[in-house]
């Protein structure tokens, strides 16, 4: 196995397509074609599917290529360093619970380290497919949160899957809900108090277990349940209709404006709320500078319980 075939199976993925892929690296079709069925004849896997429209990864060839794109990062960042190559466009993805400190960490990471080319991605979205890309290494941090009721589910998930838990605060039930709703002039809600409103939740998709549910007490009843995919439209909701969502209370104005507000919940709950990484893997140095900065975000917090 060489680097040569690791850049050759890495531009491969990203086209899409055998021929695309010799194009962009200036090799004979059937040379590229021969490398890479050699490296899987190495390593005894098939990495990809071949197809009348271009080349599927397999589920072999998705943990390879995320070894495999940790090493061309950790090689050009070298490169840069000691040879003085051209800058190369760096990579950096997380996956994470609709958190805003883990968008203030981004955007800082963004800004302190980005350079003049970059391709880094934030992923907002649903807890098995967080868990699934740091697994599968399409991202190097996933970010979520554990409590007494889904722990045996998630620690046995994350075990599984060589995956660690690390926690970075632990935060008392809050809900948002919308700068006029009611509620928002009292020092505490109950779950009394929430009875009138609609709830709104992040669906789960697939795997719409309550155990990967991202709001705790996911499994009390309510008359009036609201599911959606994204950020901005619960926000847009919980204004718009006076809905709630039971959170951790962390919230950045800048971000996401005055018009939500956090309202601690009066039940005996709480939110462990981390990171995870993959255990057989070493952090890229983007990595550990997010890490640094979800921990210097989070700070201010580390308190509440």
Avoid: W
Wanted: with cysteine; net charge negative; charged share 20%.
């Amino acid at each position: 196995m060489t680097l040569q075939q690791l850049k050759y199976v890495v531009t491969t993925a990203d086209t899409g397509t055998v021929s695309e892929a010799a194009k962009r690296l200036y090799i004979a079709q059937p040379s590229l074609t021969a490398s890479i069925k050699e490296l899987e004849h190495e390593l005894g896997i098939t990495i990809f599917h071949r197809t009348n429209k271009g080349v599927i990864v397999s589920a072999d060839g998705e943990e390879f290529l995320g070894y495999a794109r940790q090493i061309m990062e950790q090689t050009a960042l070298m490169e840069e360093r000691y040879f003085g190559a051209a800058p190369v466009k760096h990579r950096f993805c997380v996956s994470t619970q609709h958190y805003s400190f883990a968008v203030e960490a981004f955007v800082a990471l963004l800004r302190q380290y980005g350079g003049d080319t970059y391709d880094f991605r934030i992923r907002e979205t649903k807890t098995h497919e967080i868990i699934e890309d740091v697994c599968h290494l399409k991202s190097e941090v996933g970010v979520l949160y554990r409590n007494p009721f889904n722990a045996i589910v998630i620690n046995k998930t994350l075990k599984d899957n060589g995956l660690l838990f690390h926690t970075l605060f632990t935060a008392k039930a809050h809900v948002f809900v919308g700068a006029d709703n009611p509620l928002a002039q009292q020092t505490s809600a109950t779950l009394a108090d929430l009875a009138p409103y609609p709830r709104l939740s992040y669906e789960q998709g697939e795997h719409n277990s309550f155990y990967f549910s991202e709001e705790i007490l996911s499994t009390l009843d309510c008359d009036k349940d609201i599911l959606v995919s994204d950020r901005a439209t619960l926000f847009n909701l919980l204004i718009g209709l006076n809905g709630y969502t039971i959170c951790s209370g962390v919230i950045n104005e800048q971000l996401n404006g005055k018009n939500i507000v956090a309202v601690p919940l009066d039940v005996d709950e709480y939110m462990e709320i981390g990171y995870i990484t993959h255990k057989r893997t070493t952090l890229s140095p983007f990595g550990r500078h997010y890490i640094e900065l979800l921990r210097h975000y989070t700070a201010p917090y580390e308190s509440q319980i």
